[in-house]
């Protein structure tokens, strides 16, 4: 229709379609995961992309075949389904072990009517070492060209599977040399096209680390805090869930720094947030170290109440009380103050917690430094 009604040949329109298809994807998966990452379930985001990836092109590949399913062009959509299969071996790097294909090629086979044609199968097979190749090549990757690698498979692989089913449906030479280099064409604009949604996504990770982690210390910083809270907060005091905070600065930091100079100063901050975070992650890696202002640190315990949050607070204040910090022949030492309270039903918003957390910390600094306020 394409060509007869607008002129216009069906290998652009199949381009658009394709790109339509894997921009729908992205914008379907950009959708699922902000969802997911507002409700706080513990769903990894590569877990998430490769699951919804599958699913995604298995509904689009059914989709499809089911319109021309047991007809004589049965094979129009065939390098569709081939792009399909690239986008979620190379370009998702969704694994899927050999024996575990072979119940979805079954099913597929059936659904298409043909188990009983020999051709059928050696192309499964062959759709099986296509997906295990481009699996193989994009966890190790030619160096310098990786290009050069992903369409040595792609033109190798796109021909074994085309022969196969120009021998099955009697196409012609022109035919299978026709819809050959169209694959090649798709293959060339999916690489280029998903390259450049991954030099995207890739520039807005680093944008996002950047705006939410402290550039000293690597941890996360204060306006991390902040769009934490914002979820936290609310979350638990709508679910009536605990929730605890930790703040801990270190005594008389400006003295490290007029005595030993402040590069002295950015280790004992950098060793500080290392081995707080290494008492965390030995406990629980929900709890959250955010470093809020020069040498002031909050941990936040979703799920805690105050007496729960002991055993990591007294771990955090012993490490740290009992730290020596090497800078050249120079040893420091360093103590801390802590203040540690629990949300309350009294507390209107985050800042209410904030503060008074941060009356706690303030209590053990005036009463003689070094000790932990809880309340």
Known sequence: MTWDVWHVAPVITSIFFILGVFTLYQVAFDWLRNIVH?????INDDILRSSFGVIYMLVFIFSMQ??????????????????????????????????????????????NNSLGYWESWLHALSVMLTYWSFNYIRRRPVRKHPFVGYMVVGVTWGAVMWFFVAVKFN?????FLQEWSYLLIFEVLLYSYMRMLLRENDLKGRLVAFANHDALTKTENYAAYVSEMKLLFPNSLRNKLNLSMMMFDIDHFKQVNDTYGHLAGDKVLQKAV???????????PNVRLYRTGGEEFNVVFPGYDLPSTEPI????????NNL?????????????????SSMSSSDDNP??????VDNNLYHSKKNGRMQITAS
Request: glycine fraction near 4%; include cysteine; hydrophobic fraction near 50%.
């Open 313 to 320: 607070v007294r771990q955090i204040f012993t490490a740290l």
């Open 274 to 284: 290392t081995v707080a975070q290494q008492v965390i992650d030995g406990n629980d």
């Open 66 to 111: 089911s319109t021309i399913v047991g007809k004589s062009i049965s094979w129009e959509f065939m390098n569709f389904i081939i792009i399909a299969l690239i986008f979620c071996a190379y370009f998702l790097n969704i694994r899927v072990p050999l024996y575990f294909f072979v119940p979805i090629i079954l099913i597929y086979m059936l659904f």
């Open 351 to 356: 800042d209410d917690f904030y503060k008074r």
């Open 171 to 175: 196409l012609s030479q022109r035919v």
């Open 38 to 42: 507002e409700k706080k379930f513990s």
């Open 324 to 340: 020596d910090i090497q800078d050249g022949e120079k040893q420091i030492k360093i103590t801390i103050s802590v203040g540690v």
